[in-house]
């Protein structure tokens, strides 16, 4: 089956670049500083991809059902975004990212990068990986007032570039990819080697399922 696409979205942690390492770097720096224990690495893995204030909560209280006391937020938060910002930048693409980069912007779609991370994080990270250049825009967590998995970014997007919605996709990473493309109404691709938050893939209903981000160019009708 192939897909009338003309703007292609893509998430960008755990589907563009391995983030993860840092992160965990950061967030550990964080309770260290607090006196808190620090979490294993696939811990904190399992917290990405709603977010930093997310992230930040469920590393104090190690799950999505409690919300941990205020103060102790307003704490952590400057010291996680302290530490992240040292290193976010040194983060890597996934192998072959800027190849399916390329095939991309061979053929006629706009593209574009659509994250719940912060602005602060996402266009240092972009430009330092050398990716930034092959989007024709970037939306980050910050930028509208909701996030992924709400519909806002892609309807945003797919407004900017006077694009339908019903001729976009989003290639993502976990259920939040999913969630936000349904809720959107366009197409969703998802690759099985990002940051799911520990669900598998399979039980979410995609439009399709690629081993590599450069493979959605093979499902596409321009």
């Known amino acids: 089956m192939k897909f009338k696409i003309k703007a292609v979205m893509i ?15 950061a967030a550990n720096e964080m309770l260290t500083s607090l006196g808190l224990q620090p979490l294993t690495a696939t811990q904190i893995q399992g917290y990405i991809g709603e ?20 103060v102790l937020v307003e704490k952590a938060q400057p010291l996680f975004f302290e530490a992240y910002a040292r290193i976010v930048a040194t983060s890597q693409p996934y192998p072959g990212i800027e190849t399916a980069l390329k095939s991309l912007k061979s053929i006629d779609v706009k593209l574009a990068c659509v994250t719940n991370k912060p ?5 240092p990270l972009l430009e330092k990986s050398g990716l930034l250049s092959y989007f024709d825009m970037v939306v980050s967590g910050d930028t509208l007032q909701k996030k992924k998995p709400d519909p806002d970014q892609i309807l945003h997007i ?20 999913i969630e ?21 893939i399979e039980t979410h209903a995609a439009d399709a399922l690629i081993a590599q981000v450069g493979d959605a160019v093979d499902l596409m009708i321009v």
């Open 11 to 25: 998430d960008l942690d755990g589907t563009l670049i391995h983030t993860a390492p840092e992160i965990a770097t």
């Open 51 to 70: 977010g930093a204030l997310t992230l930040i909560k469920r590393c104090l209280t190690h799950t999505s059902a409690v919300e941990p006391d205020p």
């Open 119 to 123: 602005a602060a994080f996402t266009m």
């Open 158 to 177: 797919c407004k900017h570039f006077a694009v339908p919605v019903s001729q976009s996709v989003l290639i993502g990473d976990s259920k939040t990819d």
């Open 180 to 200: 936000a493309s349904r809720n959107a109404g366009c197409y969703v691709f998802m690759v099985p080697y990002g940051y799911n938050q520990g669900y598998s």
